[in-house]
């Protein structure tokens, strides 16, 4: 990002000064406007002062902090918010999004990462993929509140079928517990997150090369942890630089969530640039699917990045179609139907779209594909070129 961020900086009372300053990069990649202790003042500041970004630094869980983000928001909703804590409790993040802030970072954390997070926030705000001097590929999250409503299926043949169109695609299988990605695809966890996580020195882009397993159609992929106890190895800030790493290498990244909304998979969909939201045709899960496009427009996620896929499509169970759009204040984007080849390629280790490439289920999952490659709006509505980005080399 070229031009230099006009940044306000407002203090929590309890909040450590010099243990914020010494986490923020230099003042060459931020001017820094003011640096404000007691929220009270800092109000004042935002009232006097043209800022283009508001870092609100709290010691932990903090209400004062939460109604500061509240009342900046609605003040002016186009600027973006990061929050520097010095601790995360449970709970916090959570709420620390529902109150309108753009991310949140977690001391100690070096000036570079910060800085990142600082940049991307005002590049997502500005609907731009720059978040970094690199120019970032699409990184599509794919999201199922309710388990078993065919997310990881959904991701697997996505990516599949975005690799047979000639992209060069990373899948990161986000379970962290209970990932099935390497079941779905025939292939052996040789390498995982957990041993990349676990590995000595910094992440670059060549190191989280060596941990991408290739599966035959081209896709490559970052396994999730063989045990569940492994999980616990992977932070939110270990997340973030995978991430970027793999969005500076590759066309496409997909990420396979575990359900739910864990601190994970919320710097997850942060992270990412579109949304893959999975339901299936009962009552449970799409009032689940309802939920979660209700949680995403609480974190600020930009509705049109956001489609749609309900698998099952065609079950009897006494909701119709067009019922859907009542029930979720929405029409899908892509209906998948019930086909039998469906669990048996799963078990087989074959994706349908590989294993019965003309079936219907198989032409849903391409279509799925062809409307991330194919041409898109921009948030100013203005049309551009579909989410295939030229890269150099």
């Not at 640039?273 to 045709?281: A, D, K, N």
Request: charged share 25%; hydrophobic share 40%.
């Amino acid at each position: 990002m070229s031009e230099t961020i006009r940044t306000l900086i407002a203090l929590d009372a309890d909040a450590d000064r010099d243990v914020v300053q010494s986490a923020l990069p230099s003042e060459a990649d931020i001017q820094i406007v003011g640096f404000v202790e007691g929220f009270e003042e800092s109000w004042n500041a935002l009232q006097a002062t043209s800022t283009d970004l508001l870092v609100v630094a709290c010691p932990g869980y903090s209400d004062r902090a939460l109604f500061f983000i509240e009342g900046a928001v609605k003040q002016h909703p186009e600027r973006p918010i990061v929050v520097i804590c010095e601790s995360s409790p449970n709970g916090f993040v959570r709420r620390v999004f529902e109150a309108g802030a753009d991310d949140i970072v977690t001391l100690p954390e070096s000036p570079e990462r910060v800085l990142f997070a600082l940049q991307k926030a005002v590049a997502r705000k500005q609907g731009s993929a720059v978040a970094t001097g690199l120019a970032l590929s699409p990184m599509i999250c794919v999201l199922g509140p309710k388990g078993g409503t065919g997310k990881t299926l959904t991701s697997c043949n996505l990516s599949v079928s975005l690799a047979k169109r000639g992209q060069k695609v990373a899948l990161v299988d986000l379970d962290l517990q209970f990932g099935d990605v390497a079941l779905a695809l025939g292939l052996k966890p040789e390498r995982t997150i957990y041993d990349l996580a676990k590995s000595a020195g910094s992440l670059d882009a060549d190191k989280v090369d060596d941990y991408l397993i290739e599966h035959p159609s081209g896709l490559r992929v970052l396994m999730g942890p063989t045990r569940p106890d492994q999980a616990a190895a992977i932070s939110v800030e270990f997340l973030r630089e995978v991430y970027a790493n793999l969005r500076s290498t590759h066309d496409f990244v997909v990420v396979d969530t575990a359900p739910g909304f864990t601190p994970e998979v919320i710097a997850s969909v942060d992270s990412s640039s579109h949304i893959c939201m999975v339901g299936m045709l009962d009552s449970l899960s799409l009032k689940n699917m309802k939920l979660g496009l209700e949680t995403l427009e609480l974190m600020g996620y930009d509705p049109e990045r956001i489609r749609l896929v309900l698998n099952r499509a065609d079950t009897r169970v006494g909701i119709a179609r067009d019922e859907v759009e009542a029930i979720v204040a929405r029409v899908p984007d892509i209906f998948v139907p019930s086909d039998r080849d469906i669990p048996r390629s799963f078990n087989e280790g074959v994706p349908v779209v590989t294993s019965k490439s003309k079936s219907e289920a198989a032409h849903a999952f391409m279509e799925l594909a062809a409307l991330y490659m194919g041409p898109v709006v921009s948030s100013n509505g203005t049309h551009r070129r579909g989410l295939r980005r030229k890269r150099n080399g």
